[in-house]
């Protein structure tokens, strides 16, 4: 654990927001139209709770207005991607609670999908239209492969943020580095791998483990042994029950042993949904609808362990043919000193 002292501090996503970013689903997402349509349910869905901007490229502002200008604003910006989560921007707060885009380098998951040469001006798009500073970072990180309590603490994995595809030019030491610079992160726990089914994004630890408050943490278990994704998990929830946050505390964890998969295929193939992949909105957790026969049982769980939120069950199966979640599609943005929409 670091001991010098960061400007910087990132806040955790379950602290209060100012709003929450969502973008459009652009041409290129798998099955655009019903994608579109679980995200205008998302928002329509998510808008009682707190304020949604829709960031949307000009070719499809007609669409997006149409169907979702009742429940967000939309700001219109060049984009050729979806999944602000992991290619918008990260804020981070200095001590006078000023919040700060980061904008941490994006690859199209390690050079794996295209193209994302306009999404790549987006952070800083976002950070001009809110009158924010942006700092600009070489490390490759997307949102959905870090989780934060807000006090220093970061876990991710090494099948992510240390792959060659991302970050061959810096090891574990400057990456590191960099986080505590420009977040504040004083430890930063290393599980080894997310999800098999994950193989798009190499295994963001959003799918795996997500935090609740500040020390505990829901994390994705499953009993049948048969599971391709039973090994992997029970090694994670081993590491996180040795591992201390940048506070020297244990965490308390509470297990997620429902790993659900959509009874319904697409192209033959079946796709996996985790409910630690929930949303946390000011008042309400998005978690997504999966399988029947689980669902209820999980949202039990997310019930108990968010007492002071409402579940909402939104339906997310366009959402896991593209590779993501409600987590995945959105990004929070902190209340703080600056900011005021």
């Not at 959905?144 to 595809?165: A, C, K, R, W, Y």
């Not at 949202?299 to 043919?321: G, L, M």
Request: glycine share 6%.
């Amino acid at each position: 654990m670091k001991n010098n002292k960061s400007i910087f501090n990132i806040p955790a996503r379950f602290e209060e927001h100012e709003c929450t970013l969502i973008t459009w689903p652009c041409i290129g997402d798998s099955e655009i139209d019903s994608f579109r349509k679980e995200i205008t349910i998302f928002i329509k869905s998510m808008a009682k709770y707190e304020k949604i901007i829709l960031i949307v490229d000009p070719a499809d502002s007609l669409n997006a207005i149409e169907q979702c200008s009742e429940f967000a604003e939309i700001w219109i910006m060049p984009t050729d991607m979806s999944w602000i989560r992991d290619n918008g921007p990260i804020f981070t707060k200095k001590e006078n609670d000023e919040i700060v885009a980061i904008n941490f380098e994006f690859n199209g998951w390690g050079n794996k999908f295209y193209p994302y040469d306009k999404v790549k001006n987006i952070p800083s798009l976002i950070a001009k239209k809110l009158n924010i500073e942006c700092i600009k970072s070489k490390l490759v990180l997307e949102g959905g492969g870090v989780s934060f309590d807000g006090e220093g603490t970061m876990i991710t994995t090494e099948q992510m943020l240390l792959n060659p595809n991302r970050n061959s030019n810096f090891n574990k030491q400057q990456i590191e580095s960099e986080l505590d610079n420009l977040l504040g992160i004083k430890k930063v726990i290393w599980l080894k791998k997310g999800l098999v089914e994950d193989e798009g994004t190499d295994g963001h630890v959003d799918c795996v483990v997500e935090y609740v408050s500040s020390g505990k943490i829901i994390v994705q278990t499953t009993n049948q042994t048969n599971n391709p994704n039973y090994e992997l998990l029970k090694i994670n929830l081993e590491i996180l029950k040795n591992e201390k946050d940048a506070n020297g505390k244990n965490f308390e964890i509470i297990e997620m042993p429902y790993l659900p998969y959509f009874p319904k295929k697409y192209k033959n193939q079946k796709f996996v949904s985790p409910y630690t992949n929930y949303y946390i909105a000011n008042k309400a957790i998005m978690v997504p609808e999966v399988d029947p026969s689980l669902d209820n049982l999980a949202f039990k769980i997310i019930e108990e362990v968010f007492p002071d939120r409402e579940v909402v069950p939104i339906p997310a199966f366009y959402q896991a043919i593209g590779g993501g979640g409600p987590g995945c599609i959105t990004q929070q943005v902190p209340i703080s000193s600056n900011v005021k929409l």
